[in-house]
């Protein structure tokens, strides 16, 4: 056995999350794809039979009050919130992502313009230029539908691009691509010294690392439930909207479940109040309740030992492909600095999109982004070092 397998062995003895790893169906494959779509957690088959055979085959329409069905948006809400540095009442379930971001984008120009509306000059929206490419397109559209001209600019020198017509800013927490860890109590102190109003996509960061959304005053936020949440495929993303703000929001897609009486049936728009007015239409149930059962392998669990896991893990996997790999056959597009490093590792290679597919075949399952980048995602709560040390192993055999 190599000192580095040895190692490896050693860190996962002592390791205070090691136990975490059996509330999760896993096989024998090295599963580095969490940072895409998070394991199986063993609580979820269970409950999802109770869901569907007795909430939904029993008891019908009542599940909607007797089984918590419509106050599972702001429920599951609050159980996201610990997690991502959230007092509760400021997160609701619901839609996907990309829905979210276009609520939070269209939803912080009106804030950033408040009474003034387009006359008061706030006339741009900057956007992350290296981001995941559906903020990309959504802002795009945010941006014709407000009079907004689209700016996009790379994360690091966006308080260069700050200004007086900057009306709302939408950036990555972590990159999708590169795994880099943005600043975000920096940048969002930036956009309010500008008088802007930050929206944060943190699909790459909740569930992987602290983000303090209370604690660094961010505006709105936006996130997946699929990565390192665990929720499963599809599973509803969630929206913050920061309490003092609540009163402010002015959704672009208003609902009649964000409507302060639904049930009203009401032809004119009356907001509710607190998180709920970031709904919209009925909820996805059957895929929010699976998030909830999902969300109880966090029981125990705090996000600071997930992140001192995340760190060593990754610093691990980087010494032993340097350690195994041939030389200068990949190149690490991912920071080394700890305070720039999200929860994945992405390594450039020539002929990626093959090396991923030898892999994968090899029991190493990671992915491919192009043109030339393999992603590896580290999950703490169920990958282990002699996960990352066989994985590099094996990527090295695969390389050479
Ligand atoms: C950073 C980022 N933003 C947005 C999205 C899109 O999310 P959705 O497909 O849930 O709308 C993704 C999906 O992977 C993502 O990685």
Known sequence: MSDLELRARERDAADPLAAVRARFVLDEAVYLDGNSLGALPAAVP????????????????RSWDESGWWTAPERIGDRIAPLVGAAPGQIVVGDSTSVNVFKALVA????????????GG???IVVDATTFPTDGYIAGSAARMTG????????AEVPDALGDRTAAVLLNHVDYRTGRLHDLPGLTAAVHAAG???????????GALPVGLDEHGVDLAVGCTYKYLNGGPGSP??????????????SPLPGWNSHAEPFGMRADYEPAAGAPRGRVGTPDILSMLALEAALEVWDGVSVDAVRAKSLALTDFFLECVAAYAPEGAVESLTPAAHAERGSQVALRCPDAGEVMKRLIASG?????RPPDVLRFGFTPLYVGFADAERAARILADTLS
Request: glycine fraction near 8%.
């Open 46 to 61: 269970g409950r999802m039979e109770d869901v569907v055979r007795r909430q939904w085959g029993s008891l019908r329409i």
């Open 122 to 124: 706030r006339d741009e």
């Open 364 to 368: 190493v399952v990671g992915d491919y």
């Open 237 to 250: 993303a969630y929206l913050y909207v920061r309490r003092e703000l609540q009163d402010r929001f002015d």
């Open 148 to 155: 907004c001209t689209l700016r996009p600019v790379a994360p």
């Open 196 to 206: 802007a109003v930050a929206v944060w996509d943190l699909c790459h960061s909740a």
């Open 108 to 119: 912080a120009v009106r804030l950033a313009r408040g009474t003034a509306g387009a006359e």
